[in-house]
């Protein structure tokens, strides 16, 4: 039992790390239909910056903010002065893929190139540990984990009670109809990727101090495990994603404790793929069929 | 040609048949189909380690040195054909789970993920092919050819992946551009159209899903008798990247075009490199050639999207007099 409940302890650290991600790449995807796959790469772009920050003598936390929102920059321009001309340039939703993959690829080696292969990490102590029942948690876990917490709250507040966010719901749902009715298309489209920019920066520094070490591929890396808590929660649902994220974070984490922990990702593989033969659109997304990029 | 340049030249040509070999393999699915296999590399893989433990024989002969599955001795080309049907078997068991019901994006997405924990669960499971050490020593094809030197027989390895290469080039234009060819692009532009007309989208992914794994499969198993080990370093995830450029490069849905791309991607840009005035740290040279081929891909698709020699479309006569008024 107390190894269950401290795996479960884990679990939430885990699945704090992947709300936040699969929220912020989400969100932006739900709005647009870009498929950015270079989200891992503003999160190790933001990782490096909070590096540079802290290194410097900035405290880890505000170190955070700032990269945060270097990363909301880093992906509005992203958007602006990449995709955006490429979308107007007629690139469909499968040319969008392989426009994000490269920027991916480009971004993430220029990275390496600029760091090398070696591995860093933060100078922040963990804090002391906090025991709560069987869990194990250090003041760090707790703080990330109600970062996650604040971050999907206010996203889900902005989405249901602010005309942004309900001009974001529209967008995703009809973007010709909500440009028709005087929605601004532009501004709305820069500001889900302004957020989204904004929560892999937070996603990446917080997985960063949780992972201990880092690289210059660790943000990718850790992309494929969020966007398999995105796609089992129904990509597009900020909802969907912090229950995938839920799922996905505590089924690794317990299997870990029991299992291999080397093949603990093979757990999110195993739950991807049991969701998807069940319900193919993921659990919580309503639409079946893809639709068309927005810039 | 002294023995160096011999080795050279020998080690650019199996490079390149393997490379143009998967690349058709990815044309097919993406190329001409327009399916998103982001697990592309998995199925070299596959194919690589197939050869690999058909041609290592039984794991205990090896006294402890490396551990995998099954493990036969088996002559020269039966390593090769094993390899290109496990790749086309896994590509099967891929393609049945994820190309039924999925929506396409979902498709790629699943396929990245698949392509991640493969490299894990091999990493992870040593007994299935060492693990990340991977296979070694993996004996040269021709070594049973008696009397002739290692230079000779590697000649003859050489010859047999260009004719391979040849032979399937005349396959792919058969498949490309028969009726059954118009089927496969049908489903790329229009899907519905073609489902209306009786034709069923998804059987035609999953068709080209199984022949290009076992093209994979078959490329990973040139390049393993040739190198002699396979490791899961060689096959990350963003290596399935390399061929999409290659695809992009050469020209979507075009033969000819694809071999190009991939010679020039897989093989050129890597020697390309080694030319350029930018030291010999091999993180930055390595860096410096990924970085080379996304900036090639968007370069490609925002310029020239069809490719260097662009897929030859088909104009037909108008079938249908206007009648004269």
Request: glycine residues 12%; positive net charge.
């Amino acid at each position: 039992m107390q190894v269950f409940v401290s795996a479960v302890g884990f679990g939430l650290v885990t699945a704090a790390l992947l709300a936040i991600c699969a929220v912020g790449f989400t969100l932006q995807f739900s709005v647009t239909n870009v498929l950015n796959l270079a989200f891992g790469s503003v999160m190790t772009g933001s990782g490096f910056i909070a590096y540079g920050l802290n290194i410097g003598g900035m405290n880890i936390w505000l170190a955070m903010v700032i990269a945060a929102l270097c990363g909301g920059v880093i992906s509005v321009l992203m958007n602006s002065l990449l995709y955006g001309p490429f979308i107007r340039h007629g690139t469909n939703l499968f040319g969008m893929v392989i426009v994000t993959i490269s920027t991916a690829v480009i971004s993430d080696h220029v990275i390496e190139a600029a760091v090398g292969p070696s591995f860093f990490s933060y100078n922040a102590p963990s804090g002391r540990a906090l025991h709560f029942l069987d869990f194990l948690l250090t003041r760090q876990d707790l703080t990330i984990i109600g970062i996650a917490v604040a971050v999907t709250f206010a996203t889900q507040l902005a989405l249901q009670r602010t005309r942004v966010g309900k001009s974001m719901r529209g967008l995703s749902v009809n973007a010709s109809l909500a440009r028709a009715c005087g929605i601004p298309t532009r501004r709305i489209v820069a500001l889900a990727w302004f957020a989204s920019g904004v929560m892999a920066g937070l996603g990446g520094v917080a997985l960063f101090i949780e992972t201990s070490t880092f690289s210059a591929t660790t943000g990718s890396d850790f992309l494929i495990v969020t966007i398999a808590a995105a796609v089992v929660g129904g990509i597009g649902s900020a909802r969907g994603a912090v229950l995938g994220a839920l799922v996905i974070g505590i089924v690794t984490e317990v299997g870990a404790a029991y299992w291999d922990p080397q093949l603990k990702d093979v757990l999110a593989f195993a739950v991807l793929i049991v969701v998807l033969l069940v319900r193919p659109q993921g659990l919580f997304s309503q639409l079946a069929t893809e639709r068309a990029v927005v810039g | 040609m002294s023995a160096a340049t011999q080795y050279y030249t020998i080690t650019i040509v199996v490079y390149v048949c393997a490379n143009v070999i998967a690349a058709w393999g990815l044309d097919l699915q993406f190329g001409v189909t327009g399916v998103l296999n982001f697990a592309f590399i998995i199925f070299q893989a596959v194919g690589a380690y197939t050869a690999g433990v058909l041609s290592l024989g039984p794991s205990s002969s090896s006294g402890g040195f490396q551990t995998y599955l099954f493990g036969a001795n088996l002559p020269f080309p039966l390593p090769i054909i094993g390899a290109t049907l496990a790749g086309g078997a896994l590509a099967a068991v891929v393609g049945l789970i994820t190309l039924r019901r999925l929506r396409s994006d979902y498709q790629a997405m699943v396929m990245l993920v698949v392509s991640v924990v493969a490299t894990i669960v091999v990493t992870a499971e040593t007994g299935l092919f060492n693990g990340a050490a991977g296979l070694s020593l993996i004996p040269n094809p021709m070594q049973g050819i008696a009397g002739l030197s290692r230079q000779t027989q590697s000649w003859i390895f050489t010859a047999f992946c260009v004719a391979l290469m040849i032979a399937i080039g005349a396959v792919m234009y058969a498949i490309v551009y028969s009726p059954h060819g118009r089927v496969l692009r049908a489903v790329r532009e229009n899907e519905h159209a073609l489902e209306a007309l009786g034709r069923s989208a998804t059987r035609a992914r999953i068709e080209v899903f199984v022949i290009g794994g076992a093209l994979a499969g078959l490329s990973g198993a040139l390049l393993v008798e040739f190198i002699g080990a396979w490791a899961p370093n060689g096959w990350l995830y963003p290596e399935t990247f390399v061929f999409f450029t290659a695809v992009i490069v050469g020209g979507r849905g075009s033969v000819a075009g694809v071999a190009i791309g991939a010679a020039l991607i897989g093989v050129g840009i890597q020697q390309a490199v080694q030319y350029m005035p930018i030291g010999s740290d091999p993180t930055v040279l390595a860096a410096v050639e990924w970085i080379i081929t996304g900036a090639l891909t968007l370069v490609f698709l925002w310029a020239r999207p069809q490719g260097l020699l662009p897929e030859r479309r088909r104009r037909f006569a108008r079938s249908v007099d206007v009648a004269p008024r």
